[in-house]
């Protein structure tokens, strides 16, 4: 219908301004630029040529339902990985690429080693064929590191929400998010989350309530591990944030929530007009 109003989501952040005649005759048409993030909301204004009154942001959403601790899971996991309830598994769920900040996170689980010596670090998500021999530089990194015993690359997983509950903290190393719904996803299962203060992980994490969060200025691996200390040495407190992490989760990133909020949007739409 030609009065139907047109929305356009932006999901990764926007590289160099687009001002071509293309870019104007498509933009002039779009009523409302949902970003996922203000981070990526704040870029989108200063890259298309739309008002900054037509760009909101839209956080997307995960299945609560799905994103429910399992004990059973965690127990299956862990026994097929052969770790036990004293070791204190950190994870990360990502696709392996450059600047996530897997070689932060390598280096503060050499400064942990002695520090925190049940502390295993798992890497949880797929390779593409593009970045396999980044993976291998990866895996060498840790060979070179002496931490083949305790970061395991776990790859693709179906069931990521299992292996999530497996984990007793959930670090996310990358400074430059979009928004983050992994982050999102350990949150729902009751995870407490480290982070830097930065990008999307910066909406999604409350810091002090719901996990902790670093000066992205800072010396990334250090600042990891500081946090990640705290929250080790700490178990009571840690386990607090996880609560109050998965309770942010379901008001403010359920699948029903974003539904809400789309509403929201369209209810605040004008008819479409050239």
Known sequence: RGDAPLLLVKHQSPGAPKHDWGHRFLYRRVNRLLAVSEYIRAKCVVTYPIAAGRVSVWYPGVGIGRFSFCPEARCRVREAACVSDQHYIIGYAARITRKKGFEDLFTMMKNLRDRVPEARLWLIGGVAASEQEYEQELRTLVHRLELDSIVSFVGHQDRVEDYLCALDLFVTPSREESFG?????????????????????????????????????????????????????NRQRSAAMGIAARERAVAMFSSNAMIQRLDQQLQSLPLRTS
């Open 181 to 233: 719904l992994t982050t999102v996803e350990a949150m729902a299962l009751g995870l407490p989350v480290v982070g830097f203060r930065a990008a999307g992980t910066a909406e999604i994490v409350v810091d002090g309530q719901t996990g902790l969060l670093a000066d992205p200025a800072g010396d990334a691996a250090a600042e990891l591990t500081r946090l990640v200390l705290q929250m080790a040495q």
